[in-house]
């Protein structure tokens, strides 16, 4: 691509350089030699003014081609004929004023430096337009040589100035092509490091952008594992089987209208940062909001065997913060904050959406996430409903389960499903390889230090989890787990 670029750009230039030549160069320049014509070889009359107007046609004659010409081939080519033409006229210009003894073979000098140095030509073309501008010359020559020497000498000396002049341009020539070359060099590198340049930029924004949409969805040991690798690629949608959680407000739309907006916006935004941080720091990914409710799922992308615990646990301890938090919601909601908890597990179709003028949001989608909106939206004040299907896979010896009995549901009227609520967890811990407090065997959670450092850290006594020097280990999100 680069080769036909350089080929491109030698053409353009070598075609407005043949066209300046002979648009406005050689046919004024050879109509003023007219009056020197009139002074030096006024003898021959017509035959000179004849001669001389011969520039026009071949003027017109390659200006016309050179604009019709599509390869830098044919533009050498031309280039040669018009040498060629210029180097007849100045050859008659020379047999009409005296033949070897003619000053007029200057002109063949002038020809071949413009010819050489002006118009841009490859190096084998350069040696053809010189063997164009001198046959013609040793042509008459040949016809009028005699015995005399002197004829000899005349043209020994015409020849040693006309191939000193192809020498001298030859090398102008070479010497052009070569800062060309250090010129197209150094553009071309500069070319080179502002796309490298752009690319870097495009990549540390892409990198930058990428980090800031998955930190909106993940938690930030996941994002580190998404960054390095160890997570499988999440680009394309999988089919996958996943615990999907919908925490919502109860009676929001109602509470909204009452209150003022700056009241609603500040409880709006306590109870998506309580939501999102305990989702987040049990793994799981958050996948939308919806008004006022937050959709959430577990098992994806990073897999796990205890994901419908991990939700459950997250969800026990969203309804505790809510209640803790009791008075600093009252402030500004006027009323108790209550929510209501839809659980359920299933398959779905599970990753990355949209793209083009659409933003890229990572979503599950499957009849196991309308359906977890569906418990939450038949759940009473604080109350969490988990399906028959998730509670299935729960160690029934961890959790306070009540079964509530069978239902039926909008968009699910044929089937009649078993529903439960889980009213508090027993047990405090979830699965094996989770880090558990030495001091009372509490789960630890992933917190951040007054440095914003992320850590691990127990939530019963504030215990840290510490290296083998009793310092603070720093998870900055490369655990297996964000807490559980």
């Known amino acids: 691509m680069k080769d036909m670029d350089i080929l491109s750009e030698q053409q353009i230039k070598m075609q407005r350089s043949m066209h300046f030549v002979h648009a406005y160069l050689s046919g004024p320049l050879y109509l003023v030699f007219v009056f020197a014509d009139l002074i030096y070889i006024a003898q021959a009359g017509w035959k000179s003014l004849l001669a001389r107007g011969m520039i026009v046609p071949i003027c017109l004659i390659v200006v016309w081609l050179n604009r019709r010409i599509t390869s830098l081939r044919q533009l050498e080519y031309l280039a040669v004929f018009s040498a060629f033409g210029h180097a007849l006229i100045i050859t008659a210009l020379i047999y009409l004023s005296g033949g070897f003894y003619s000053g007029y073979y200057a002109g063949l000098n002038l020809v071949m430096i413009g010819a050489i140095t002006v118009v841009r030509l490859s190096k084998n073309f350069r040696y053809l337009v010189i063997a164009a501008i001198v046959i013609?010359?040793?042509?008459?020559?040949?016809?009028?040589?005699?015995?005399?020497?002197?004829?000899?000498?005349?043209?020994?000396?015409?020849?040693?100035?006309?191939?000193?002049?192809?020498?001298?341009?030859?090398?102008?020539?070479?010497?052009?092509?070569?800062?060309?070359?250090?010129?197209r060099a150094a553009l071309l590198l500069l070319k080179q490091e502002i796309a490298n340049r752009d690319q870097t930029i495009r990549s540390q924004i892409d990198s930058s952008v990428q980090v800031r949409l998955l930190s909106r969805q993940f938690s930030p040991q996941v994002v580190k594992a998404i960054q390095s690798g160890k997570v499988a690629d999440i680009r394309p949608i999988q089919r996958q089987k996943i615990c999907v959680i919908f925490v919502d407000i109860e009676n929001s739309t109602s509470r909204i209208i009452r209150l003022d907006k700056d009241d609603v916006g500040a409880v709006i935004s306590m109870f998506m940062h309580d939501v999102m941080s305990i989702l987040l720091k049990y793994d799981i990914t958050i996948d939308k909001f919806l008004g006022d409710g937050v959709l959430a799922f577990s098992n994806h992308p990073v897999p796990s065997d205890d994901f419908v615990q991990r939700v459950v646990n997250a969800g026990l301890e969203i309804r505790s913060r809510?209640?803790?938090?009791?008075?600093?919601y009252l402030e500004y909601w006027k009323n108790e904050l209550r929510i209501t908890i839809g659980i359920d597990v299933g398959y779905a179709n599970v990753g990355f959406y949209g793209g083009g003028m659409v933003p890229q949001t990572y979503t599950a989608i499957g009849e196991v996430v309308n359906f977890a909106k569906r418990l939450s939206d038949s759940a009473e004040p604080n109350q969490m409903l988990i399906s028959h299907s998730a509670c299935k896979l729960l160690p029934r010896q961890d959790y306070e389960m009540t079964l509530l009995g069978e239902r039926r549901f909008k968009g699910f009227e044929n089937d009649i499903i078993p529903v439960y609520e889980i009213k508090q967890g027993l047990q405090t811990t979830i699965?094996?390889?989770?880090?558990?407090?030495?001091?009372?065997?509490?789960?630890?959670?992933?917190?951040?230090?007054?440095?914003g450092i992320y850590i691990l850290k127990c939530r019963e006594c504030g215990f840290l989890l510490a290296d083998e020097q009793g310092a603070a280990q720093v998870a900055q999100g490369e655990s297996d787990y964000t807490a559980a």
């Open 136 to 183: 013609p010359y040793y042509a008459i020559c040949s016809l009028q040589v005699s015995n005399d020497t002197k004829q000899y000498a005349a043209m020994m000396l015409n020849s040693f100035f006309m191939f000193g002049t192809a020498v001298i341009s030859l090398f102008m020539a070479s010497f052009q092509d070569h800062l060309q070359n250090k010129e």
């Open 322 to 328: 809510i209640m803790e938090r009791r008075e600093e």
């Open 431 to 451: 699965a094996s390889g989770i880090n558990l407090c030495p001091t009372d065997s509490s789960v630890m959670y992933l917190a951040k230090n007054d440095e």
